[in-house]
């Protein structure tokens, strides 16, 4: 099993900034890849950004120019930097990973969520 531990979520005013945090653990053979995923109420979750092992990165089009996803491979933890934040950014964000086990095999992990609300 893989473990995916979520920080960084709070309170912030528009145009203010939070970052992210989501480290992966357990038992891993290589990360192919992570990426963080957003829920608001009412809707579906939807991908905000990734990033592969060989550092390609892939964003939504209503977080480019705002958001980046810097990786750390050796420490197997990826962040969400999240900049001029709105209120439509308000949602539950969730980490994902695409994981190769230390069996051989691969699946998929998802953190437990953490909470962004922007407003004034």
């Known amino acids: 099993q893989v473990q995916l531990v979520e920080s960084g979520g709070g309170l912030v005013q528009p145009g203010g900034s939070l970052r992210l945090s989501c480290a992966a653990s357990?038992?891993?053979?290589?990360?192919?890849?992570m990426g963080w995923y957003r829920q608001a109420p009412g809707k579906q979750r939807e991908l905000v950004a990734a990033?592969?092992?060989?550092?390609?990165?892939n964003y939504a089009d209503s977080v480019k120019g705002r958001f980046t996803i810097p990786r750390d491979n050796a420490m197997n933890t990826v962040y969400l930097q999240m900049n001029s934040l709105k209120p439509e950014d308000t949602a539950v964000y969730f980490c994902?990973?695409?994981?190769?086990?230390?069996?051989?095999?691969?699946?998929?992990?998802w953190g437990q969520g953490t909470q962004v609300t922007v407003s004034s």
């Open positions: 994902n990973a695409d994981v190769t086990y230390v069996s051989r095999s691969r699946g998929a992990s």
């Open positions: 357990g038992n891993i053979f290589a990360i192919n890849g």
């Open positions: 990033i592969t092992s060989g550092g390609s990165t």
